[in-house]
């Protein structure tokens, strides 16, 4: 089993800049993809970010928020990080932290509400 705790979501102005953390604990695989997604009211679970395992990290961004937000993460201590800046109300929603085992299962974190005023 895998645990993710997600935090630093909150209410931000428009323009402003939040960070998101999510750290996994238990039985972790190597090869894996850790990646934040969102779900706005009414709408689908749609992908944000993501960035796989291993030294190379290749990351993988929506449209929606290239150039806006960077994900990172630090190996050592199992964590992703999503650093989103010039944030608008259109990314307003739960965010939900992933890590998909290349070869296992795949886990969700409990979420964290952004909220992002005009």
């Known amino acids: 089993q895998v645990q993710l705790v997600e935090s630093g979501g909150g209410l931000v102005q428009s323009g402003g800049s939040l960070r998101l953390s999510c750290t996994a604990s238990g039985s972790i695989f190597s090869f894996n993809t850790m990646g934040w997604y969102r779900q706005a009211p009414g709408r689908q679970r749609e992908l944000v970010a993501t960035?796989?395992?291993?030294?190379?990290?290749?990351?993988n961004y929506a449209d929606s928020v290239k150039g806006r937000f960077t994900i990172s993460r630090d190996n050592a201590k199992n964590t992703v990080y999503l650093q989103m800046n010039s944030l608008k109300p259109e990314d307003t929603a739960v965010y939900y932290c992933?890590?998909?085992?290349?070869?296992?299962?795949?886990?969700w974190g409990q979420g964290t509400q952004v909220t992002v005023s005009s």
């Open positions: 960035v796989t395992s291993g030294s190379s990290g290749t990351t």
């Open positions: 992933n890590l998909n085992h290349w070869f296992g299962p795949e886990y």
